[in-house]
């Protein structure tokens, strides 16, 4: 299990100046706004069509709009998206850079982190990476929804990997494990935005059901690995 002092701690390992210099491995600039892996009823009724169409065609691409805008004419431009990201982290000049470029990288990560028909159990290397580091997905989805449900504000719970051993950790705002040396495995959008259309305060319903009928297992094995 990762430890907020081993969040911590690994967030103060990152150097922006390396990913600068970086080969831009991911998608070239400008950003652009990835379609929907579904159509925008199909998480339904967990999530409606009303909140994907304003989460997806104004939330996430008011994101991508402003990052691009933001970078327009500067290095940073010429960077992929996890790159932009890394660059702009942790410093007060590019802030509203690393704010749209993150929520960009959250969002689509989010997309992908569910699907219909999701939940379930994982299967292969990754339950048995659960069963190693958790004791078993009850108490790892405990501890998910639990961060999901704690998340003071705006943010995220993640499932994370430190490269041996998987954690859960939450982020604020547009924080993300990407830029604390940590790998994203599977995440949910605890912003209001997420699910306020269709559980209004409620948000420990939408977490309950999100990991009961749409945390999409498939993706999160595929980010570990094999
Ligand atoms: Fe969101």
Redesign the pocket.
């Known amino acids: 299990m990762l430890t907020r002092r081993d969040f911590l701690a690994a967030s103060g390992s990152f150097l922006p100046a390396a990913a600068l210099a970086g080969a831009v491995q991911d998608a070239a600039p400008p950003l652009a706004l990835p379609p929907l892996p579904y159509a925008e009823n199909a998480l339904e009724p967990h999530i409606s069509a009303r909140t994907v169409s304003f989460?997806h065609g104004k939330?996430?691409k008011a994101y991508v709009d402003n990052a691009n805008r933001l970078v327009a004419g500067t290095d940073l431009a010429k960077l992929g998206l996890e790159d932009l990201c890394k660059a702009s982290a942790g410093k007060k000049e590019t802030a509203a850079v690393f704010n749209n470029a993150a929520?960009v990288f959250n969002?689509n990560f989010?997309w992908k982190s569910m699907k219909p028909g999701g939940g379930g159990k994982p299967a292969g290397r990754l339950a048995g990476a659960i069963e190693r580091d958790f004791g078993g997905l009850d108490k790892l989805l405990a501890e998910f929804s639990e961060a999901a449900k704690t998340q003071f504000g705006s943010g995220w719970a993640w499932l994370v990997s430190d490269g041996s051993k998987l954690g859960v950790v939450k982020t604020g705002n547009a924080d993300t494990p990407l830029v604390h040396g940590l790998k994203p495995i599977l995440t949910i959008?605890v912003?209001e935005?997420?699910y306020y259309l269709d559980y209004q305060n409620r948000r420990a319903d939408y977490v309950k059901a999100w990991i009961e009928s749409l945390a999409n297992w498939d993706f999160a094995a595929a980010n570990l690995g094999t």
Do not use: I, L, P, V
């Open positions: 989460h939330h996430h929520q969002h989010y959008d912003w935005h997420a």
